[in-house]
Each structure stands twice: as C-alpha cells, then as structure tokens.
C-alpha cells in the first residue's frame, strides 16, 4: 500500500532502516532506527514526493506473550498523505529497561497527546516532550495498565472501596478474599 | 459553498471615543469548565486562563470516561469485543462496530456477502445521520436556538426508532458479526425507513431555515474557532473538521470500502476551517447520507447475510440441533472465539466524526492480542487549544460544538 513511499525514504535514508517488512494483508511497514525517527519524519512530511503530512496516531504493543518477544516494545506510527492519498505505517522496537525514544512533537503537533497516551498506558518515555504526563489515568495511578503484566483486576482506589461479599467476582480482588 | 448572508463587517468605534473610556483594570483568572458541564458533552474538564474575556491559555484535561476498552478487549473473544466498540461512539455506535468488524475481516481475510455489505452501507449512513443530527442540534441548543435542536432531535428519535427495529437497542447497537451481519431487515423496515427520511428531509429544512442564515447564529459561528490547514493536518484532523479547510479527503472516496464506489455521492468541502463551515459541511452531508440510503436499500440484493463458513460464522440452528458438526461448530466459535491466524493489520473507515483506524493484532488464539483504535476525536480534541487562545470565551462554545467530541471515542 505504502511501499512506493518507504523504498523513496530509503533511498534517502539508508541507515536509518532496520528492517522493512509488508504483513499479510498487504500493508507495508518499515522499522527504524530510534535514533533516526525525527530526521525521517521530518523528511517524509515536507518532501513533495512525500507528503505525509496528517499524523493519524500512534500506539505501542507489549510483545510480553508473544513468541518473538525480545525487545518487549514496539511503538507504531500511522500517516497519511492527503495528496497521494497513500496510509504509511512506521515501528520502532524499544527494549524493557526504562524504554525511551525520541518524541516527534517537535515535527507533529498531534504526537503530543499520542506519546502522552503511550507513556501512560505503557511505560515508555518520550525525550524532548514538552509535557509527559499521563492522559487519561489520574496522576496518582501507579505502573502501566496496558503492559501485559499489570493484572486485569487490579484495583487502585483513591479512597479505600468497602468490600463486597456478596457479589462472586469482584469488583477487583476486594470481594474475592 | 453559498454563503447565508451578505452582511457587512461592522464598523470598529472611532478611536476618539474609546480614548475617553476608562483603562479597566484586570488580572488573570483561571477558570474550570466541567468535567460535569452542559458544555462539555461527556467529561471533559477545561482549564482555562482568562485574561478579561479573552482566553490565553487552555488545557483540557481528559479521562474521567476511561473505562479500559483496550484492556478489556484483550481479554474476551472478537466477537465479544462488539459491546465495548459500542460505547466508543455511542451516538454512531453502528459505524463503530461495522468498522472494527472490517479490519477483524481483513485480518482473516475474509470476503463478505454482497448483501451484507449494502446493509452495512445503509446502516452506517443511517448511524452518520444520527450523529450529524445531534451535533447540528446541539450547536442550535447551546447558541440559544431551543427550537432547532428540538427538530434535530426529533428526527434523531426517528432514526432511533428504526435503528431499535434494526439491532433491538436505540443506542448500543452490537450490529453485525464477524463475517456478516447477526440479521437481515425487518419486514416493511425499507419502506419506513424510507417515510422517515422524507420526515427528516422536511425536519432538516426546518433547522436549515432556522440557523443557516440566521444573523446571531452566522455572527457566532463565522470566524471563530479557526485552525489554518498546516495545524489541522498536524493534529491529525479528519472528517468533516478537516474538510472544513478544503483539504478533500474521505475514507468513502479514498479507498471505498463494502460497495461505496456503486454509491452516488458527493462530498462537501468549505474553505475557511471555521465553525460556520463546520456546520455546513455537516448540514450537507446530512442530505447525501440520506441519499446513500435511499440508494443502498434499493439496491440491496437478497442473498445471505453472513459467509457460509463455520469455523467464523454460527451455523444455522438447525444444523446445531440437528448435526454434530454443527454443534460442534457452534461450541468452538462461542468457547473459543473466531479463529484469527497471527497477524497485525491497520484499516480504516470513515465513521461521523473522520477517520476510525484500528491497528489489531492478533496471536492467533482467539482472543484479540491489541486493539488500537484511532478515534477521531483524539485527535481533534488536542487541537482544542490551538482553535481557541486568543479568543473570546464565548467561542469556546460553539467551537466545542462543531468538532463534535465524544467522550466515549475520546477517552476509549
């Protein structure tokens, strides 16, 4: 889908790639180097032939229960370029001491709330952010609740929750006991 | 694009006679709007330094709504995921499921029945009626136009009325199933959905004649809450929020999905990026989803609804009480879920609101292993601050109307 797009990055970039890949359903995906994130994106919205220029979103994967789970984190860019019309889809492979890569809200403003979003949900810190803080948990929420580790029913109530007897499963773990 | 009005800016007053008003002195002020707020559509809580009426700094802060839709969908079974994609949306709830339920099908590779698809053409363009409803009606309710919101919801109830007909729920639809729809159309539903078009054609004129051209809803709207094109794009705008600034693009047109390429229809787009065109850009395709449904019901061919293959879809419940293999079937798919091989995938539909993305990936055991959902309004909402510093406070109003956010999508 995107393939045009990443072999014109490449040619510029060489180095900057560790692998490219297209998945099963066709969409081509090319994994950076962290370090060159800024320069590639940078690069991919204001070359012409480029043009990715709308910054869909981004997210992270916990590959803790996969088979292949070594570096733990990958983080996903998606683009688009509203004058090829074209989706782009980017990686970048994070290990799981203390995970940091390079923020890309200096190239897209939309990046802010998205890495604010990753931070929160998976633990990875973004340098050069202007303001990472959590985004939808609250400030006094502890650990990362999208890691693959943090227990479904794991409760953190801001005031202590009466327990609930009753009830067979919960909420949480209080009516369990 | 018509414009309502040919109304003149009106004169500044002379610089002689504001030199004999007093300097007023001011200090800054931080205010809060919300999270619980008539304003705030769902819980968003605003916190804004106002310096006079003027905002100069604005930071919402969200997540009061978060209800853990990723984690929760990690842990059940695709289909199971249906309920939760729900309440994302939960004005254009069908639209959330139909397109989950297209990248779970891509991810398989699936290709569904021909009738399957107009239905779900038809049903999401319902759902984008009833959102776009809302929204205009909402605008109208919180510029002091009672009555206009009033119609609008009027003929959000009717969509209401058939959509329950549809699905059996007004708001929490869980329409359609991996593969295909869960059930075809009511007897006589075509012909009622049709009158209630003509009924919301003739609502939607009422509104239109109230706002459009209405001298303080153009003055409230109009130039206020402008984002330029570079910062839309930036933000990651889509929908009718970027078509607003002239930027041409839609999931519909760009890459059609089911049978949108058989469907005549335009798309609208404005020029300035303002509230005004905002709500034209909805007003307009308000009219060409009708059309869309009209045309997608007509067409509609018989057949099945749902692909012939039990290893995704129940057999029919004759087979399961009549065969083993059928019971067999129907005890795999409930116990361990639709067989989704190893895989990641990231598509795409236009629901109301822009671009709803999902970037799944599965581990093959049948039980999603990620479910990323790119909701528009994220998006939309981060550029908030950007579209309203340095303006009044009275454009943050209509400014939160247009770009319709919705706390469910927004804070998953």
């Known amino acids: 889908m995107s393939l045009r797009a990443l072999t014109l990055v490449k040619e510029k970039y060489p ?42 979103s981004m997210d992270a994967v916990d590959r803790l229960q996969l088979t292949d789970s070594v570096p733990r984190f990958e983080v996903v860019y998606f683009l688009y370029s509203v004058t090829h019309h074209e989706h782009l889809r980017l990686k970048i492979r994070a290990g799981e001491e203390a995970p940091e890569i390079p923020s890309a809200t200096s190239i897209f403003q939309g990046a802010n709330w998205w890495e604010r979003f990753v931070w929160d949900f998976y633990g990875i810190r973004f340098t050069g952010h202007p303001d990472l803080r959590r985004i939808l948990m609250y400030e006094e929420f502890k650990g990362h609740p999208l890691r693959k580790d943090y227990p479904l029913r794991e409760r953190q109530p801001l005031i202590p929750e009466r327990p609930i007897r009753d009830i067979f499963r919960g909420p949480g773990t209080s009516g369990t006991a | 694009m018509a414009h309502a009005d040919e109304r003149e800016i009106e004169e500044r007053p002379p610089e002689e006679d504001s030199e004999l008003e007093a300097h007023l002195q001011t200090r800054r002020m931080m205010i809060n709007l919300g999270p619980s707020h008539p304003a705030m559509h769902g819980t968003v809580r605003m916190r804004v330094e106002l310096e006079g009426e003027t905002i100069v700094r604005a930071d919402p802060e969200i997540g009061f709504l978060h209800r853990g839709f990723q984690k929760s ?147 409230r709207m109009r130039g206020t809450g402008v984002i330029t094109t570079q910062d839309a794009l930036d933000f990651g705008f889509t929908g009718p929020c970027l078509r607003a600034n ?46 869309i449904v009209r045309q997608a019901l007509k067409e509609a061919p018989p057949g099945p609804i749902i692909v012939d293959d039990w290893r995704v879809a129940l057999p029919p419940k004759a087979e399961v009480y009549g065969t083993i293999e059928g019971v067999i079937s129907h005890f795999k798919l409930v116990m361990e879920g639709v067989p989704v091989p190893p895989g990641e995938v990231y598509d795409c539909t236009e629901a109301a609101n822009g671009e709803l993305g999902w970037y799944l990936v599965s581990d093959g055991s049948g039980r999603p292993y990620k479910v990323h959902v790119r909701s528009p309004g994220f998006a939309i909402l981060s550029g908030v601050p950007r579209m309203i510093e340095g303006r009044m406070l009275a454009d943050l109003i209509p400014t939160f109307d247009t770009i319709n956010m919705i706390g469910g999508e927004v804070e998953q």
């Open chain 2, 246 to 291: 002239g930027i041409n693009y839609d999931v519909r047109k760009a890459h059609p999905y089911w049978v949108y390429d058989r469907m005549n229809f335009d798309i609208p787009v404005g020029q300035n990026g303002d509230n005004y065109d905002r709500y034209l850009m909805r007003m307009e395709e308000l009219k060409q989803s009708e059309a």
């Open chain 1, 15 to 56: 180095d900057a790639f560790v692998e490219q890949y297209t998945d099963r359903t066709g969409g081509a995906w090319g994994v950076l180097k962290p370090d060159s994130l800024r320069q590639v994106l940078a690069h991919l919205k204001d070359d012409p032939q480029l043009d990715f220029k709308l910054f869909l």
């Open chain 2, 73 to 219: 969908c990690e842990n059940v079974t695709w289909n199971q995921c249906l309920p939760y994609t729900d309440r994302l949306n939960y004005v254009s709830a069908i639209m959330n499921n139909l397109g989950f339920l297209k990248a779970v099908e891509k991810l398989v590779g699936l290709e569904i029945p021909e009738r399957a698809q107009y239905i779900r053409v038809a049903a999401s363009e319902l759902h984008r009626m009833h959102d776009h409803l809302t929204c205009v009606g909402a605008i109208g309710l919180e510029l002091g136009g009672f009555s206009a919101f009033l119609y609008a919801i009027e003929g959000r109830e009717l969509i209401m009325d058939r959509v329950s007909e549809l699905t059996g729920a007004r708001l929490t639809t869980t329409f359609g199933r991996v593969g295909g729809l869960n059930r075809d159309l009511p007897d006589g539903w075509i012909d009622r959905v049709n009158r209630t078009l003509d009924k919301i054609h003739e609502l939607l004129g009422e509104v239109d004649g109230l706002l459009t051209a209405n001298r303080i809803f153009v003055d």
